[in-house]
């Protein structure tokens, strides 16, 4: 694989030939992406499902097989909310219910094509069970730290796939610091928080919804953030539509979190002073239960440089948005039920069309009303 475009930020070093490391070897930065995405529809393969119709912007090598279990092609649904049309793409619909597949799809494809047989990753349980399912798929040996507490559903979905479990006690950020204590002992951690070859899988949601919506892009579109790669992703691909000429204006992109665990939130509304106000508290929302945002400053970047903002939501109005989503025929798990609130705040001063992301099934957390 030619990774010549991927280099640490702190350093500038490129990422290495082979292995596969989650951060920089020398001065232990993060790695990411040098140059934008080049989107090119002329590039486009049509006969390629899912994902894979726009290969030409992952910046993996034509000769690499791809593993994949169909991701991508999730519908794009209008219905309304407080008074406006609205449409929510169905990210839930994927192979294992939630967004992380059209990531687990390049990351797994990368590890494969550098031939690493065994793996470790964190995951509050999406990630973990995409992972396993794109690992199984490989012929990969997985194995998943995750909170004692994540939902039972996602914990037997994971060993399902026949990935090895380790419950970690305290909060996610300790399931982290376990993770990388062992991956720092050279066990290789292909960290989805870390390592940026998912971003250009998250991006291609941008160019369906921008397909989906008639060739013309969104007005704002709306994101459950945790570690904010979807975020990321959605943002790079619209930058990519727009330096190709397909659309003239990015859309204000209005990034949501629970506001138990807030940080990205507490920076945006009172700068990083505010996070002493913030908690790294238990939530409904567990896919974004994040205390320390790998890509935290690229998150407030790209929300910045779209004209969007940051909103938090009660854990009262999760449950409400799970129940006013289920009557619109939308069965979706609590974190994606954020958006409910997220556009109840600020739906007024949205620019139209408004898109919602939802990013993972209901079937995978159910909860009481």
């Known amino acids: ?50 994902i894979w119709k726009y290969r030409h912007t992952f910046n993996i090598d034509d000769d690499v097989s791809a593993v994949s279990l169909g991701e991508g092609d999730t519908p794009l649904i209008w219905t309304k909310f407080f008074g406006y049309d609205v449409a929510v793409k169905c990210e839930h619909l994927n192979p294992t219910g939630s967004f992380k597949d059209r990531g ?89 928080a870390y390592l940026p070859f998912n971003i250009p899988g998250y991006a291609t949601v941008a160019y369906e919804i921008y397909e989906q919506m008639g060739n013309k892009p969104p007005g704002t579109v709306i994101i459950p953030v945790g570690q904010g790669g979807l975020l ?69 970047k790209e929300i910045g440089s779209s004209s969007g903002k940051l909103v938090a939501v009660d854990e009262e109005d999760i449950v409400i948005g799970v129940q006013e989503f289920a009557r619109h025929g939308f069965y979706i798990e609590p974190t994606s039920a954020l958006a409910w609130s997220a556009l109840k705040q600020c739906v007024d001063d949205c620019e139209e069309p408004i898109v919602v992301i939802l990013t993972g099934s209901g079937l995978k957390q159910q909860i009481d009303y």
């Open 1 to 50: 694989m030619n990774n010549s475009h991927i280099n640490c930020t702190n350093c500038g070093r490129d990422y290495p030939a082979i292995g596969s490391p989650y951060r920089c070897v020398v001065c232990g930065g993060i790695y990411d992406f040098q140059d934008p995405i080049i989107y090119d529809s002329k590039n486009i393969d049509q006969l390629q499902p899912g």
């Open 104 to 192: 687990s799809s390049l990351i797994v494809t990368t590890l494969k094509s550098r031939n690493i047989k065994k793996y470790i990753e964190d995951s509050s349980g999406n990630a973990g069970a995409s992972l396993a399912a794109y690992s199984a798929r490989a012929g990969i040996n997985l194995s998943v730290f995750i909170p004692e507490n994540a939902s039972g559903i996602k914990r037997k979905q994971i060993e399902a796939y026949g990935a090895n479990l380790f419950p970690v006690k305290g909060t996610r950020s300790a399931v982290s610091d376990a993770t990388k204590k062992l991956a720092d002992s050279g066990v290789i951690y292909a960290s989805h």
């Open 232 to 300: 990321i992703g959605v943002a790079r691909g619209f930058a990519a539509l727009k330096k190709a000429g397909w659309i003239t204006k990015d859309p204000s992109i209005v990034g949501v979190q629970a506001r138990a665990c807030a940080p990205l939130w507490s920076i945006y509304m009172g700068g990083i002073d505010a996070l002493r106000f913030a908690t790294d508290g238990t939530t409904l929302a567990e896919g974004v239960r994040v205390w320390q945002p790998i890509r935290g400053d690229s998150v407030l």
